[in-house]
Each structure stands twice: as C-alpha cells, then as structure tokens.
C-alpha cells in the first residue's frame, strides 16, 4: 500500500524542479491552447497529473489536485478569452441566457460530487471522454445531427448541464465538449467558440468551489493547497499558459490545420489510454 504523501518531505531543491515542471506544464497547455483552440485543461489535467505522480503524490490525491488546480487555471483564461470573443460579437448572448445557468448548475454539481468519487473514476471519466473527442478531431468532417438546436428549453438545459458536469469533473473549460455539441447541431462555429468562452467561466467557478469543498480536511496535499486546488501551480501555470498561448495561434496561421488536428486527436488518445491505465 502506498504511503500517504508527507509535504515536510519538501526541500527546496524539490520544490525547484516542481515549479519547473509546472511552468513546463503551462508551456504545453498554453501552445496547444492556442495551436488548436481547444481549452488547456484537456493537456493539463494529465501532465498535471503525471507531475505530482512523480513527486510520490497518491494517485488519488493527483487526480482531485490535477482536475480541481486545472479548473481554478481556466478561470483568468476564460475571462481573457471571453473579453476578446465579446468584442468581436462572437458571444451569443441568447445561447448563453439558455445554457449559461444550466451549465453552472451542472458544474456546481461536478465539483461537488468530487468529494464523493474516487481518484479512478475522476481519471476513467477523463480517459472515456477524452477519447470520444479525440476520435470527433480525428474525423474528416464534422457531424451534424440537426440543423438548429432543440426547440424544446428543457431539452437544451439538460444537454448544457450535462456539459457543466463532465467538464467540471474533466478539469476543463466549456469548448472541448460544448463546440462539438453546437457544432452538431449546425450552430456557426465562430459563435461557438465565442460562447463557450464565456461557458467555460461558469464551469470553473462552480467547479472551483466544489473541489475546495471537496479537499478541506484531506490529508497528504502539497504545500499551499486549499481543499483540492494548489494555488502555487495556479499561479505557475495561469500565466505561462497565458504568454504561450499566443505563440500556438502564431504557428496555427503558419503549419496545416487538418494535419494539426489529426496529430493532436493522435496525442490526445494515447493520452486518454495513459489515463485509463492509471
């Protein structure tokens, strides 16, 4: 049986190497971000992960600490994003008054579920979910199901909810799932991603909250910790994610996007199976 982590084992050669290994975490997530517009959670949930596994954190621990950390990075990127979308008059503001509530309900939900799901359910949710989309990036063209979204609201509140629940309990913002989503149902893609800038705030606030909820009291968590969420990588990762992230929308313009897509669906299912394999 593993034994439980113990923060007084921290010299500062080793806190030294886990701040490199958050920036590095930052690096990644922020490039892709902007490389593929896919929200940096689905990269920096695992590497996250992966990083407090090397530093003998249980498993368990890293997977709350991964998700909830990830979510808490997505709250200043989706207010930034969000800003820039809304200036270009990419927000539907319609959309957001029929989903908004319903994803943040359903997020709030995610975030306090954690409290109760165990570190493998958190990583097969993730491992499950993140292969559906790497196969929905991989497919040449997009699927569309309708030409408009459900005419009935109810119908649509529970699919925004269940969009807030998955991501929240994912570790990502409102785009890796909600786009597909519209985009299924022929919404334009620019309004989209617009819009799911703004959902993606309201899955990390609620699901923020749930996951510190969730962690107070827990035993065994890095230094500077509040319930599950580690303000040291947030405050790490949020702004390196947010300096390279102009960087992969640089080389987005500059390398071919239906190669980039099919390289990342690539990455993105090895990672999900490395995920579900523990």
């Keep these: 049986m593993e034994q439980a982590f113990d923060p007084s084992t921290f010299d500062a050669a080793t806190i030294a190497v886990l701040v490199a290994g958050m ?30 596994r090397a530093f003998q954190i249980a498993p368990e621990h890293a997977s709350h600490l991964a998700v909830a950390t990830s979510l808490a990075t997505i709250i200043p990127t989706s207010i930034s994003s969000m800003r820039s979308h809304a200036r270009r008059g990419t927000v539907d503001r319609d959309l957001l008054r029929l989903w908004g509530p319903a994803v943040f309900c359903g997020a709030l939900i995610g975030g306090g579920l954690a409290k109760f799901v165990s570190g493998d359910s958190l990583r097969a949710i993730f491992g499950v979910v993140g292969l559906l989309v790497a196969v929905n990036m991989a497919l040449p063209k997009t699927l569309v199901i309708s030409q408009h979204l459900p005419a009935n609201t109810w119908v649509n509140r529970l699919i925004a909810g269940v969009i807030g629940l998955i991501s929240s309990l994912m570790g990502i913002g409102g785009g890796t799932l909600s786009v597909p ?10 309004r989209a991603v617009g819009t799911a800038s703004a959902l993606g705030l309201m899955i990390a606030v609620p699901g923020v909250a749930g996951f510190i909820y969730a962690g107070l009291g827990v035993e065994g968590l890095p230094p500077s910790s509040i319930g599950y969420v580690n303000l040291a990588a947030v405050l790490i990762i949020a702004p390196v994610s947010y300096l390279f992230a102009p960087l992969g929308a640089r080389l987005a313009h500059a390398l071919d996007a239906k190669s980039l897509k099919r390289v990342f669906a690539l990455f993105l299912m090895i990672t999900a199976i490395r995920m579900l394999m523990g």
């Design 181 to 190: 989503t519209l985009s299924a149902f022929a919404f334009p893609t620019h």
């Design 23 to 52: 920036a590095i975490t930052g690096m990644i997530g922020g490039v892709l971000a902007g490389l593929l517009g896919v929200g940096g959670g689905i990269v920096i949930v695992p590497v996250l992960f992966w990083v407090l």
